[in-house]
């Protein structure tokens, strides 16, 4: 079955930096790539996800980048603001399977 | 438009016991799943339906059954609850397969004590 690793697992920046999240996946067979934004209390949100047929999406301050070769993909995010305190999962599936294989969650702290 | 709803949001139970987790999404999405979130472990999938009348076996599905009532509904039962099953629950649809945005419920905190 798939593995999806994620790095780091805690992530503290000052408001305005960038801060970036990164994954790997283990099926070379997975083709969708979405990443969810969990606040306190609440179900996870997709904020971003990106195909197999695209290395990379930008969503005003958000992107994805996707590197197939080496089986990882990332979340960047750009001028960060203290609201994007919050967990980031990354997730991996593809058209065969039939459950999103989730990472093990990022904790982002914006510093004001 | 209220999208996934989840009840109850706490419940805390005794070994033993049982208890049906209840699901609700008003986005006339086919496919509807369960979740459970650990601490360190992300999100696991523990039963999902494609489509209603349909139900298959996720990642984690021992102790668990679930029932898709209808299109809008799939319910989550615990028969006989053991303190492994405290965990957050989520409830998620999606318009078509998983390779779909899902949309999540707000949670169900289980404890088992």
């Known amino acids: 079955g798939e593995n999806v690793e994620q790095h780091p697992s805690t992530l503290s920046v000052q408001e305005g930096d960038s801060a970036v999240i990164k994954c790997t996946y283990s099926?070379?067979?997975?083709?969708?790539f979405p990443w969810y934004k969990q606040e306190l209390g609440k179900g996870p949100q997709l904020i971003i996800d990106?195909?197999?047929?695209?290395g990379e999406k930008k969503d005003q301050r958000i992107a994805v980048t996707l590197n197939k070769t080496a089986k990882h993909f990332s979340l960047h995010i750009t001028e960060t603001q203290p609201e994007d305190s919050a967990v980031y999962f990354c997730?991996?599936?593809?058209?065969?399977?039939?459950?999103?294989?989730f990472g093990s969650g990022t904790r982002l702290q914006v510093q004001p | 438009n209220a999208g996934v709803t989840q009840t109850p949001k706490f419940q805390v139970l005794k070994t033993g016991q049982s208890m049906t987790l209840q699901c609700a999404q008003d986005?006339?999405?086919?496919?509807m799943y369960w979740y459970r979130q650990d601490p360190g472990m992300g999100l696991r999938l523990i039963y999902y339906?494609?489509?209603?009348?349909?139900?298959d076996k996720g990642e984690v599905p021992n102790g668990y059954n679930v029932s898709r009532l209808n299109k809008r509904e799939f319910s989550l039962r615990l028969e006989s609850a053991a303190p492994s099953q405290t965990s957050v629950y989520f409830c998620?649809?999606?318009?078509?397969?998983?390779?779909?945005?899902?949309?999540f419920g707000n949670g169900t905190r289980l404890t088992v004590t």
């Open positions: 998620a649809s999606s318009p078509r397969d998983i390779n779909s945005p899902l949309h």
């Open positions: 339906s494609a489509s209603e009348g349909t139900t």
């Open positions: 986005m006339n999405h086919n496919s």
């Open positions: 997730a991996a599936s593809n058209t065969g399977r039939r459950a999103l294989t």
């Open positions: 099926d070379s067979a997975s083709n969708y």
């Open positions: 990106i195909r197999s047929n695209v």
